[in-house]
């Protein structure tokens, strides 16, 4: 089956940095996205990888190895307002998407 | 603001009740999508649509009924729901029906509870 694996729930200090890290096993790969999700709110996109390496994207970066079936994102200089779900999802060899469960990021002061 | 809305944005149904939920895109964006998201689940693809005909359908209850009268316009319909049919219904679009790095932009979503 199908399977994307990612912390279910992570807290990090305002100020740091944090890396959430998401592990995927799927029938073909054509990309991997990011999404925030804050509370009560829509899914936002943040990022898509689907070359080996680092996307960086002012404080948030992607981070994707294929081998590995391994990616992260990491968010510096962390604010209060980057308290919110992350989901990653793969898109797989019929370009359906499969989504993680979410990491629920806690940001305190 | 992500150019999707959704309405309502909460509904309290009960088990015999038929009720729609809408969903409209401004981005004019050729597919959509219905998702539920479940506490602590990871999001379950409902049904897709491309160019206005249904693509995917991954073994929704007949409960649950899609309708796309154009690229524009999403409904799904509701009847005879269950209580573990409450949860949070997101309706996004794209371009494209997931191709390439194609994202996918959400509505809010419609909380739904069936008491």
């Known amino acids: 089956g199908q399977n994307i694996d990612q912390p279910t729930e992570m807290t990090a200090t305002e100020g740091a940095i944090v890396q959430i890290n998401c592990t995927y096993q799927t029938s073909g790969f054509n990309g991997l996205f990011w999404y925030q999700q804050h509370a009560g709110e829509a899914p936002t996109f943040l990022s898509y990888?689907?070359l080996d390496g680092l996307e960086e994207k002012g404080r948030f970066s992607s981070f994707l190895s294929r081998s590995k079936g391994y990616s992260y994102l990491l968010l510096k200089e962390l604010q209060m307002k980057d308290s919110a779900s992350y989901l990653c999802a793969v898109l797989d060899s019929n370009y359906q998407l499969i989504w993680g469960a979410g990491t629920k990021l806690i940001i305190k002061p | 603001e992500t150019g999707v809305t959704q309405t309502p944005r909460h509904l309290v149904m009960g088990m015999t009740n038929k009720k729609s939920l809408k969903c409209e895109q401004h981005l004019g964006h050729n597919a959509m999508y219905w998702y539920k998201q479940s506490a602590k689940k990871p999001l379950e693809l409902m049904f897709v649509?491309?160019?206005?005909?249904?693509?995917e359908n991954n073994s929704v209850p007949s409960r649950f009924s899609p309708e796309c009268p154009n690229s524009s316009h999403l409904f799904l319909h509701l009847h005879t729901l269950q209580p573990e049919d409450s949860a949070l219904y997101l309706c996004a679009s794209s371009q494209g029906a997931g191709r390439g790095g194609n994202e996918q932009f959400f509505g809010p979503g419609t909380r739904l509870t069936v008491l």
């Open positions: 990888n689907v």
């Open positions: 649509y491309s160019l206005e005909e249904r693509v």
